[in-house]
């Protein structure tokens, strides 16, 4: 199933692609892979709630998952920059909420080396508010200056 839903996600198939990762998931949902699969299908679909609780539940089973290298299922395929830089803010949210803040910073600083347009939602996103005082969180995304 997993395979399946690989072959249709390079096909940009997407919904295709979330249908066989879904199976996949059902048949071994502790598997993370699976998981961040499913999450990089909805992503490209632009379906971002669902892409964050598949993420989320793949860090749940492996917290590293992440952190395996570049070449994590076909989230790897992600391929435009905007893309990438989209996917690295996705994370950083996730990280946060999740209390990691090294990684969430990781996250960022890779965002904002891949161009992302919105960085400055670090300080409107509820996510990020445990961090917010963190001066290497200012030292990547200048706070906004005072009204």
């Known amino acids: 199933m997993n395979?399946?839903?690989?072959?249709?996600?390079?096909?940009?198939n997407y919904g295709s692609a979330a249908k066989y990762f879904k199976k996949a998931v059902?048949?071994?949902?502790?598997?993370?892979?699976?998981?961040?699969?499913?999450?990089?299908?909805?992503?490209?679909?632009?379906?971002?709630?669902?892409a964050v609780a598949e993420y989320a539940r793949a860090m749940e089973l492996d917290p590293d998952v992440f952190q395996h290298g570049t070449k994590v299922g076909v989230a790897a395929q992600i391929a435009s920059p905007e893309e990438r830089a989209?996917?690295?803010?996705?994370?950083?949210?996730?990280?946060a909420q999740k209390g990691d803040t090294e990684r969430c910073l990781q996250c960022l600083?890779?965002?904002?080396?891949?161009?992302y347009h919105h960085m400055a939602n670090v300080y409107k996103d509820e996510a990020f508010t445990k961090i917010r005082d963190n001066t290497q969180l200012h030292e990547i995304v200048p706070p906004p200056a005072p009204k």
């Not at 502790?30 to 709630?49: D, Q």
């Not at 989209?86 to 990280?95: G, T, V």
């Open 109 to 115: 600083r890779k965002a904002k080396e891949d161009g």
């Open 86 to 95: 989209q996917y690295s803010y996705l994370l950083a949210k996730i990280y």
């Open 3 to 12: 395979n399946l839903g690989a072959v249709y996600y390079m096909k940009k």
């Open 26 to 50: 059902a048949l071994e949902e502790t598997n993370a892979t699976y998981h961040v699969n499913l999450g990089a299908a909805w992503f490209s679909g632009k379906k971002m709630e669902q």
